[in-house]
């Protein structure tokens, strides 16, 4: 049975005030919150195996080298990839992201076209942006409507067989969308693309199948799952991984070097150069046996029942407008009050203990889209409860009645 109250003892930082107040802790699209059995473990590594991995003989360097595989194969696991070798540590989505864009340098020509979609993340828009000033591709966005959602008959008219690759959002940070990634996958696939699906939104709310969504590259981040920061995952299937060149050069990535010639270590080693975030990745390992012990079904629906309380309880004031309104979202909530910028009702949130995110978001484009500054925004962790919901409500109150 899930008990909230339980499992808000496992995060340390639950109990802390902020300005005098219990804090609330609504900025969860952001970075989430790390509970003490992940906290052990990064603890645990630095007082007892701190080594550098794959290298030394000694048994310090054993033990981490083999946390850090075994942490590999909980992700692997996790997110069903057939093969070990398909997770490659990064240091987090923007990083995963940069690598691909990087790779694909060498495979597009000019007049090629990627497609991109309305809702990305800036870290999904402007490594693309890059790509094709260096190659001459073209990028396409594919198109929102007021529901915040892609319109994916926009979309099928975009795809030809010039398009060589679709990025696209799992679940939009700004708005909480979630798109129809398994028609982006398979309409992409009919004409020769390969897609890539940031997964940094995701992967704290939903389990992804790799294999079933059939999807070529999939990158996260850990610190939004419960894990540190600095360390993620991107999954790319053997074949694609195989063609793609190295991003960077290093130690750890090289089979053999001359001065003449190098030849690549064997995958994952190829992608991952120099001394890795360890003590991250084996923290990302139990981040993850964090949250399936608790489950995601558990997780997607008691955050469903937040995102439900929440959106009747806000749209009870008189001039809160919500933008996302599409019936697939996560727990995210971005609003506004009627003539009042959004930094301001952050302002008055924080001295209340309120955290929440205000501004753009990462993703000016759907803010230009709506032709406002920013939003509030509010996302719901499954460690949030129902009362740090009406002191939500009541600040929001408050604001209006002092900003008005
Ligand atoms: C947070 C986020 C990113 C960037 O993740 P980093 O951990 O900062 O690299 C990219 N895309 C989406 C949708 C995100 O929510």
Redesign the pocket.
């Known amino acids: 049975m899930f008990n909230v109250e339980n499992i808000r003892k496992d995060f340390p930082i639950l109990s802390r005030t902020v300005n005098g107040k219990p804090l609330v802790y609504f900025d969860n699209?952001a970075t989430s919150q790390t509970p003490q059995q992940v906290i052990d473990v990064i603890v645990d590594y630095y007082s007892n195996y701190n080594a550098n991995i794959h290298r030394g003989v000694h048994t310090l360097s054993q033990e981490a080298t083999d946390k850090y595989e075994q942490a590999r194969k909980k992700i692997q696991t996790h997110f069903n990839a057939k093969l070990a070798h398909e997770i490659i540590f990064t240091s987090?989505?923007?990083?995963g992201i940069n690598l691909i864009a990087n790779g694909f340098s060498s495979f597009l020509k000019k007049g090629d076209e990627i497609i991109v979609s309305a809702l990305e993340?800036h870290?999904?828009i402007v490594p693309w942006q890059m790509l094709c000033e260096r190659t001459g591709a073209i990028l396409k966005v594919i198109p929102m409507n007021l529901d915040g959602e892609l319109i994916m008959t926009e979309f099928d008219k975009l795809l030809s067989d010039k398009t060589k690759l679709v990025f696209v959002?799992h679940v939009?940070?700004a708005l909480g969308t979630v798109n129809p990634i398994e028609y982006i996958i398979e309409k992409a696939h009919g004409v020769g693309a390969a897609v890539l699906v940031?997964g940094?939104?995701s992967s704290p709310h939903i389990k992804p199948d790799l294999q079933a969504l059939n999807v070529d590259f999939y990158v996260v981040?850990a610190?939004?799952m419960c894990g540190p920061t600095g360390v993620?995952m991107l999954y790319g299937k053997e074949a694609w991984l195989k063609k793609l060149p190295p991003y960077q050069g290093g130690g750890e990535m090289i089979a053999e070097v001359t001065f003449e010639k190098t030849t690549y270590a064997e995958l994952p080693h190829k992608f991952e150069a120099g001394t890795p975030n360890i003590c991250g990745g084996i923290a990302f390992g139990a981040a993850i046996d964090y949250m399936n012990a608790i489950g995601f079904d558990t997780i997607a629906k008691y955050e469903h029942e937040l995102l439900e309380y929440a959106t009747n309880k806000l749209l009870e004031i008189d001039g809160l407008k919500i933008y996302g309104t599409s019936k697939h979202k996560t727990a995210v909530i971005s609003f506004n009050l009627e003539g009042i910028h959004p930094y301001d009702v952050g302002t008055i949130l924080d001295k209340l203990g309120i955290a929440v995110r205000t501004g753009h978001h990462c993703a000016q484009p759907i803010m230009d889209f709506y032709k406002i500054p920013g939003t509030v925004r509010a996302s719901f962790s499954f460690y949030n409860t129902k009362s740090e919901i009406d002191v939500l409500v009541e600040g929001v109150k408050k604001a209006k009645t002092m900003l008005s």
Not at 92 to 95: C, K, L, N, W
């Open positions: 699209a987090g989505t923007t990083h993340h870290s999904n959002n939009s940070n940031d940094a939104q981040s610190h939004k993620g």
